[in-house]
């Protein structure tokens, strides 16, 4: 039961253009959302993450919008640069005493010059 | 700035070996948790912890024991591999719950034969 999609596993994108990343969830209980980005042979690095009682969050290049009753979230990198292809990751949480996360598949993005 | 140090960076078990992968964060993090990462799946948690003395179990906790005798500390160990096992291990560490920012180690890539 895969409670975090992120359904598309690969998009290419020009650089300079907006790149939009999506991750549903079906945990009405998740309060906490996270984008994490990976680079090959290293661990996942945190990007940006929302409350479930927020819509949206801004920091930078960097936008995560939150539809709760679709209970979809997305992640808007604008512009895209070349240094942004990596494997982003759709991560939730249910703050029980501890993080513990559920992370989504992933979806490697690859900017084209 | 160390942060989070997984080792060994690579590992070739033969199935029935036990092993550790050592974890150390330097952070003083309450929240210490492994992932591991197989194609297709993204990260799932297999024990997590809130601090020294403190652990609890994760989606995947099957094949494996952790222990915390220290805040810095947080070794994963294997009882029997097996190659199911086969997997990148991931350590992180977090200052809070919800949404802070978990740190990661750069992973173990652990193959059973």
């Known amino acids: 039961d895969q409670q975090v999609k992120q359904n598309s596993p690969s998009l290419s994108v020009q650089e300079g253009r907006i790149s939009i990343l999506n991750c549903d969830y079906t945990?009405?209980?998740?309060?906490?959302f996270l984008w994490y980005k990976k680079y090959p042979a290293e661990g996942p690095t945190f990007l940006i993450s929302?409350?479930?009682?927020?819509d949206k969050n801004e920091d930078g290049r960097f936008t995560v919008f939150l539809n709760k009753s679709a209970k979809h979230l997305s992640l808007h990198i604008v512009p895209s640069q070349p240094g942004d292809s990596a494997v982003y990751f759709c991560?939730?949480?249910?703050?029980?005493?501890?993080?513990?996360?559920?992370f989504g598949q992933g979806t490697r993005l690859t900017i084209n010059p | 700035n160390a942060g989070v140090t997984q080792t060994p960076k690579f590992q070739v078990l033969k199935t029935g070996q036990s092993m550790t992968l050592q974890c150390a964060q330097d952070?003083?993090?309450?929240?210490m948790s492994w992932y591991r990462q197989d194609p297709g799946m993204g990260l799932r948690l297999i024990h997590y912890s809130v601090g020294a003395g403190i652990t609890d179990q994760g989606e995947v906790p099957n094949g494996y024991n952790v222990s915390r005798s220290t805040t810095e500390d947080f070794p994963l160990r294997l009882l029997s591999a097996a190659p199911s096992q086969t997997s990148v291990y991931f350590c992180a560490s977090s200052g809070g719950g919800g949404g802070t920012e978990a740190f990661f180690g750069q992973g173990t890539r652990l193959t059973v034969v």
């Open positions: 952070m003083n993090h309450e929240y």
């Open positions: 991560a939730a949480s249910v703050f029980q005493g501890a993080q513990k996360l559920v």
């Open positions: 929302i409350s479930s009682i927020k």
């Open positions: 945990n009405s209980m998740f309060d906490y």
